[in-house]
């Protein structure tokens, strides 16, 4: 199917975000051959005491668009950053959540201050390098999975609200990465050759777990067998989500030494609860509940497939939306950690999704 993009393209303003890397570079690249009015943006954002690229981050940006002969534009949003992703992310994570930075980064900065910003500033549209697919029908518009499915980005923009889709424009979204390489070198783009970026968004080249021992300091703890039997330990219950398999240690003169899966968590007590077994044993289904929901066109309510981490493969589900709540039933057992973001697909389209609130497993 061809997926339809704004006619007319000539003198039409768009604002690409250059993040440095090549994504955004073909994307402004590609954006520009095609006749519109590219104008490059940088966010710059920097969290004190953090590793952040951002210096030569921004290097690489600036030398995109000289290359491109397009006018150049940074914004500094560390304090927007640190009060809408930063902050809130190590709350959720404090109390035993399991947020996602990305996706909220995604919703509150890039598609929200950055986008707010350009908009205010003339551009029609924004464009960036993320591997996802708009489709800008006549009165409508949807979101698709990126071509290729190593590469999808979906996940993290399920909270993109359907008015800022209408102007949002994903170039590399139909591309293979492979493509996207080979045409950085087409355009001789100066980064055609730069490694991918690694580690939290904004943050650089940092680990989740080596950001929470900083700012929150966890405390060690047991970890439990079903059956309630210290059989090894934790750095810390904040450190986990449901479903992890590595990041604490079993006694090794244990039985319960062979692989196992973390099957709950207690704050209170500091414990982490292990299993031998991934899925839950002797049930059917889950019986999620969401909030913060966001919508991407008409969602009849009806079979769907869900997936509640970045590349799952997708879970058989059903979506029932009542007056006051969002049900999605997995038609699999599955431990479902709160906070975590659960995203709804019909096929190759993004539904949407929400914020998981409470999970049930039921026979």
């Known amino acids: 199917m061809y997926l339809r993009q704004p006619r007319q393209t000539k003198n039409r303003k768009v604002f690409v975000g250059l993040s440095g890397g090549v994504d955004s570079a073909v994307s402004a690249a590609l954006l520009q051959k095609e006749g519109y009015e590219v104008t490059g943006v940088f966010i710059r954002i920097q969290i004190s005491g953090y590793p952040c690229p951002a210096a030569q981050d921004r290097i690489e940006a600036m030398r995109v668009a000289a290359h491109l002969r397009i006018p150049f534009i940074e914004i500094d949003l560390s304090k927007e950053y640190e009060r809408e992703v930063f902050g809130p992310t190590l709350k959720e994570f404090s109390v035993g959540r399991t947020p996602n930075p990305d996706t909220l980064c995604n919703e509150k900065i890039k598609f929200g201050i950055f986008f707010d910003y350009c908009r205010s500033q003339g551009a029609e549209f924004i464009a960036t390098g993320h591997y996802a697919r708009v489709v800008h029908n006549t009165n409508s518009v949807e979101m698709w999975k990126g071509t290729d499915s190593e590469k999808d980005q979906s996940y993290f923009l399920w909270g993109v609200g359907e008015t800022k889709l209408r102007h949002t424009l994903f170039p590399v979204g139909q591309l293979k990465k492979t493509q996207v390489r080979e045409l950085a070198k087409k355009f001789s783009l100066p980064n055609a050759a730069r490694h991918d970026s690694q580690g939290l968004c904004f943050l650089g080249n940092i680990e989740l777990e080596d950001m929470l021992k900083r700012e929150i300091a966890p405390t060690p703890g047991d970890v439990l067998s079903e059956d309630g039997a210290i059989v090894g330990t934790h750095q810390g219950t904040p450190l986990y989500t449901l479903g992890q398999r590595h990041g604490f240690t079993l006694f090794t003169e244990s039985p319960e030494a062979r692989a196992q899966y973390i099957v709950q968590k ?82 190759e389209r993004c539904l949407g999704g929400g914020v998981i609130s409470s999970a049930t497993l039921i026979e």
């Open 266 to 347: 207690d704050m209170s007590a500091n414990t982490l609860t292990v299993s031998p077994s991934k899925f839950p044993r002797g049930l059917s289904e889950t019986q999620v509940i969401i909030t913060g929901t966001n919508w991407i066109g008409d969602i009849p309510d009806g079979p769907a497939q869900a997936r509640y981490r970045y590349r799952q493969n997708l879970i058989p589900a059903s979506l029932v939306r009542n007056r006051d709540n969002t049900m999605i039933t997995l038609r699999e057992p599955h431990y479902v950690p709160l906070g975590q973001s659960l995203v709804l697909y019909r096929g």
